[in-house]
């Protein structure tokens, strides 16, 4: 089974308890692998099943389950002089354009993953090229680096908190990405697979509820 660094890993964690209850006989080899590393291995049939996060542009040939979307949003320190504009989590977010933070600093994930291209995207859209402080594996790091008031970034929703701190804001291109489980094409699919699925599904669902 193929998880994403840091969030696949922290799902698997909260989840795996309640499927081994059901299936304590069944094994489960966990693989921490970039999405692009899941993508090729799954092709080449090396694991079973992966659970990505990317946009429909990022698919390949194999097949995909989708289980839920996910904004990108911009957190920004709220000694920022636009932070009075922005919102809060559980709100309605303002949108705004990264335009108005193109000579900011920003923390942002390495090259190679799936939030970076699409970060890169969006700044390449606006034709901007904001500076660079951090180039980090972790969106808690790209969460905390707002926090403590030395940059801007953008990262996904659940990886937001509520703090005095921080100012969040809708990105005017709208960004989203998926959550989805994806396996090779023509394969079949077990009920375990199915049901660890579900799971997962359930997991998300509640991660992305602001009252939860």
Not at 22 to 45: D, F, M, R, S
Not at 66 to 93: T, Y
Not at 133 to 140: I, V
Not at 178 to 189: F, H, P, Q, V
Request: with cysteine.
């Amino acid at each position: 089974m193929g998880l994403t660094p840091e969030r696949g890993t922290e799902m698997f964690a909260a989840i795996y308890p309640t499927f081994y209850k059901k299936y304590p006989a069944i094994k489960i080899e966990p693989i921490e692998l970039t999405v692009k590393q899941q993508q090729y291995e799954i092709a080449q049939g090396k694991i079973d099943i992966g659970f990505l996060t990317l946009q429909s542009s990022q698919k390949t040939n194999d097949e995909y389950i989708h289980i839920c979307s996910e904004e990108i949003i911009l957190g920004v320190p709220i000694s920022h002089p636009l932070a009075h504009l922005g919102g809060k989590l559980g709100e309605k977010l303002p949108s705004i354009s990264l335009k108005c933070f193109e000579n900011d600093n920003f923390a942002i994930m390495q090259k190679g993953s799936t939030l970076r291209e699409i970060y890169d995207n969006l700044i390449t859209g606006e034709e901007i090229f904001p500076p660079i402080l951090l180039e980090t594996r972790s969106c808690h790091t790209l969460f905390d680096m707002v926090v403590e008031g030395i940059c801007c970034s953008v990262f996904p929703i659940s990886y937001a908190k509520h703090n005095s701190n921080i100012s969040y804001f809708s990105i005017k291109q709208n960004p989203v990405w998926e959550i989805a489980a994806s396996y090779k094409k023509g394969c079949y699919l077990s009920g375990a697979a199915k049901e660890f699925i579900t799971i997962c599904s359930d997991y998300w669902i509640r991660k992305m509820s602001p009252s939860l």
